[in-house]
Nanobody
Framework: VQLQAFGGGLVQAGGSLRLSCAAS????????MGWFRQAPGKEREFVAAVSWSGGSTYYADSVKGRFTTSRDNAKNTLYLQMNSLKPEDTAVYYC????????????????????WGQGTQVTVSS
């Protein structure tokens, strides 16, 4: 599946952004989707994931209570609503699709995802 993330930008601390990830190339519905981020000089880290049905969501502790991920299978689109942003949220954000349909796993590891978007920059100023 081809993924394209967009919606990043510059925002002040405490502000909000909504990222979107558009999927194409194969049916979107059966695949668990995830969000990861990578700050300069740091490894790519898990942010959030949503099960193929949208019924279950998973979050890194650092974003729990502030970020919400969701999906619209009819529109082949994944979302990440980011509220109460902090300077430490500054990173390039990537969306990713699990390698197998109806996959069940921890969802927080890079190796669980086969397809990646190009990333969108989020910068939070203090």
């Amino acid at each position: 599946v081809q993924l394209q993330a967009f919606g990043g930008g510059l925002v002040q601390a405490g502000g909000s952004l909504r990222l979107s990830c558009a999927a194409s190339g194969r049916p979107f519905g059966p695949y668990t989707m995830g969000w990861f981020r990578q700050a300069p000089g740091k490894e790519r880290e898990f942010v959030a994931a949503v099960s193929w049905s949208g019924g279950s969501t998973y979050y890194a502790d650092s974003v729990k209570g502030r970020f919400t991920t969701s999906r619209d299978n009819a529109k082949n689109t994944l979302y990440l609503q980011m509220n109460s942003l902090k300077p430490e949220d500054t990173a390039v954000y990537y969306c990713a699709a699990a390698g197998r349909p109806y996959y069940r796993g921890t969802y927080s590891n890079l190796y669980e995802y086969d397809d990646w978007g190009q990333g969108t920059q989020v910068t939070v100023s203090s």
